[in-house]
């Protein structure tokens, strides 16, 4: 297993082979399972990916039990359809589709976690409108994907990608990163682009607080994998026209581990700090689910 | 470097019911652990909750993921949403219990499940590490308390002694052993914990099969 993002993009760099390949083939030998299983996973999880992004915006859009979300992936594609969006129409349909998704996942759809549910969107958000921006076949999709998870199982290994032990930036930060990192190899960048990339998505997102209004994956996961899909096409963006993030990308994950573990447990998930402490976030978790909550 | 996160579908899936990786795939993984110690459907079901599972398992729909667990589904079945009523149907007795204080299994997702079925009862603390990915930490089965690393895969091997150098072969032979242990409990004979490296197949749980043993493989 590679054990860091050096370790990983010297492989690449020195043997010539695309990040994509190496995770196929670490997954085939640590795994002992053959290329076309390996390969016809991924297939079926870029499927139920495709399938959350077509659900969330047809007809009124998809809402949660509590109503807190939903139908706001609907919104951004009549908006985008007059014509007149200030990021572009590349950046807005990220939006959408990362929200899209993540309106399915708190309305209890089929999501697939990329890394985890709370950031599900980010990744879709991300490789649905580079597909459209650069033609993208099914295998290079897929290849994303393999790309995106391989600097994820670096992440997670090395530091977290849960909101409860490194808050969101552990989350939509990673995802971020890992989308941005595969955006690079998507678009011809090379292995030490997708780095940078990743480097400087995770650096913009370091300290983002888990604070889920009433403990549901809602209020303000959905909107946060908008930022953590335009925070991905930004980094990778950057990455490419040869920006660099000057501190390299395995500290900049243990700088992410670090601040994580910095954080008070109010602002890991436990639904009591930030947004979900705000007197409108306690009044809803009241509302929702009929009890005081703990302040502290 | 932790190594828990051993495939790429780890990290890219899995797929799931929303809405939580964590809270709510996770566990619906510990569940599936606590349902394959136990090796049948019990008929009451006791979930002591702590930390973040404590505050937010509500809101995660954590409470119809790890009965979902318990009963056997997987993390992407439909009925997963609608878990607590069906068990409620079957007739299984279920309690879920918000501890005050820290998770005695020090991480902040953690969840003891109690099963009990006659006069049987194991009892499984398992903690969900994000993304859907979990550990098991401390077992109470038949007599035996075992205490494991934490990261999956994990073999327990119930069998007399004379099988445990036989199995033990076998599974270095096709995989990696990072932990091991033996726990006796009077009356019961012997039970192997191995800790794996890489994850088993079908076909190798049959090949580790002997006579007159008992395997869960976590």
């Not at chain 1, 997102?205 to 908008?226: F, T, Y």
Request: aromatic fraction near 4%.
């Amino acid at each position: 297993m590679y054990e860091s993002i050096k370790a990983l993009v010297d492989a690449s760099m020195s043997t010539d082979t695309p990040i994509s390949e190496l995770m196929i083939q670490q997954e085939m030998t640590k795994n002992n399972v053959s290329r076309e299983e390996v390969w016809q996973q991924m297939a079926r999880n870029l499927e139920v990916m495709e399938a959350a992004v077509k659900r969330g915006v047809e007809g009124d859009g998809v809402f949660s039990k509590t109503g807190l979300t939903g139908g706001e992936a609907v919104l951004l594609k009549k908006y985008r359809e007059k014509g007149h969006t200030l990021s572009g129409d590349t950046m807005v349909e990220a939006v959408q589709n990362a929200i899209a998704t993540n309106e399915v996942n708190a309305a209890m759809g089929v999501v697939c976690a990329t890394p985890t549910a709370g950031s599900t969107g980010t990744l879709p958000g991300v490789l649905f409108v580079i597909r459209d921006r650069l033609n993208l076949s099914r295998e290079q999709m897929i290849n994303f994907l393999f790309t995106a998870g391989a600097f994820g199982m670096i992440i997670a290994n090395n530091a977290m990608i849960a909101g409860a032990t490194g808050g969101c930036q552990a989350e939509v930060g990673s995802a971020s990163a890992m989308a941005a990192a595969a955006a690079v190899e998507a678009a011809g960048g090379n292995a030490e682009q997708s780095a940078e990339a990743l480097a400087m998505a995770m650096s913009n997102l370091l300290g983002l607080v888990c604070d889920p209004v009433a403990g549901l994956v809602e209020l303000p996961c959905v909107k946060r994998n908008a930022i953590g899909a335009g925070n991905a096409l930004i980094a990778a963006d950057m990455a490419l026209a040869g920006c660099t993030n000057k501190i390299p990308a395995d500290e900049v994950v243990s700088a992410m581990k670090e601040v994580g573990q910095g954080l008070p447990k109010a602002l890991r998930e436990t639904g009591i700090g930030g947004l979900a402490g705000t007197p409108t976030g306690v009044k809803m978790k009241v509302s929702i689910f009929g009890k005081s909550v703990p302040v502290s | 470097m932790s190594g828990n996160y051993k495939s790429v579908f780890d990290i890219i899936g899995p797929v799931m019911i929303g809405p939580s990786s964590s809270h709510t795939a996770g566990a619906v993984a510990i569940g599936r652990a606590a349902n394959r110690i136990f090796g049948d459907v019990p008929t009451k079901i006791i979930v002591h909750y702590y930390e973040s599972f404590a505050q937010t398992h509500k809101g995660h729909g954590t409470d119809y993921a790890i009965i979902s667990g318990i009963m056997g589904f997987e993390p992407d079945d439909a009925r997963v949403p609608n878990a607590l009523q069906i068990a409620k149907d079957s007739g299984i007795e279920v309690q879920f219990i918000e501890e005050a204080g820290d998770s005695p299994i020090g991480h902040p997702n953690t969840a003891i499940v109690e099963l009990s079925k006659a006069d049987r009862e194991i009892t499984v603390a398992g903690c969900s590490i994000g993304g859907g990915t979990i550990e098991i930490r401390d077992i109470k089965m038949d007599g035996f308390h075992i205490k494991p690393k934490g990261p999956l895969p994990i073999l327990l091997v119930q069998s007399d002694a004379s099988n445990k150098n036989l199995i033990q072969e076998k599974l270095a032979k096709i995989n990696t052993i990072n932990y091991h242990a033996e726990y006796d409990a009077p009356g019961k004979g012997m039970l192997y914990e191995y800790d794996l490296e890489n994850r088993l197949k079908e076909q190798d749980l049959s090949t580790l099969s002997q006579k007159h043993t008992k395997m869960v493989y976590l």
